[in-house]
T-cell receptor, first 113, second 111 residues
């Protein structure tokens, strides 16, 4: 089973709202990723968690706040977003320190009004 | 450092072949190839590791040239289902876990 699930599938929010994206996997992967993907562009790395600790933060604005409460779950808390933050947000997971690839979830399509 | 991917787009008739290239200016630890269809998540195709390996997945294969720090994806006898955007994702030798994706190659296979 190589399934990564993400909720919600779609999210529309105003610039003053607070919302969260959720990602879950039960493959025993201890590395989890958040990516942002704009239309016709490649996925852009935002955060990497390794063993529930933040290991990579690609200078993402503080209005995006990641959280990894346990080895299966990854959240992305959103606050005071801008319209340019509208994008597809992809979660991925992977076995740490291996030559295995990362497996992507279906993504959350976010629209900021 | 984002890898350089070429070409940007290719149009094929069913049964034709194509090559997509991905190169890095820094030493690569691994190259991962994905295909993404419109509105969907990227789907893993194969992983190449340093050492000049060549892998295959159906009629899609890939190679890794360590000297040139370049990987190539070969689409052979293309099928309609091969349409989509192909991305290479690279990891550098000193940055496990930090993926950088190429800009993508849009492949359109026509009947």
């Amino acid at each position: 089973d190589t399934e990564v699930t993400q909720t919600p599938k779609h999210l529309v929010m105003g610039m003053t709202n607070k919302k969260s994206l959720k990602c879950e996997q039960h493959m025993g992967h201890r590395a989890m990723y958040w990516y942002k993907q704009k239309a016709k562009k490649p996925p852009e790395l935002m955060f990497v968690y390794s063993y529930e600790k933040l290991s990579i933060n690609e200078s993402v604005p503080s209005r995006f706040s990641p959280e990894c409460p346990n080895s299966s779950l990854l959240n992305l808390h959103l606050h005071a977003l801008q319209p340019e933050d509208s994008a597809l947000y992809l979660c991925a997971s992977r076995l740490v320190g291996t030559l295995d690839t990362q497996y992507f979830g279906p993504g959350t399509r976010l629209t900021v009004l | 450092q984002q890898p350089v991917q070429s070409p940007q787009a290719v149009i094929l008739r069913e049964g034709e072949d194509a090559v997509i290239n991905c190169s890095s200016s820094k030493a690569l630890y691994s190259v991962h190839w994905y295909r993404q269809k419109h509105g969907e998540a990227p789907v893993f195709l194969m992983i190449l590791l340093k050492g000049g390996e060549q892998k295959g997945h159906d009629k899609i294969s890939a190679s890794f040239n360590e000297k040139k720090q370049q990987s190539s994806l070969y689409l052979t006898a293309s099928q309609l289902s091969y349409s989509g955007t192909y991305f290479c994702g690279t990891e550098l030798t000193d940055s496990w876990g930090k993926f950088q994706f190429g800009a993508g190659t849009q492949v359109v296979v026509t009947p």
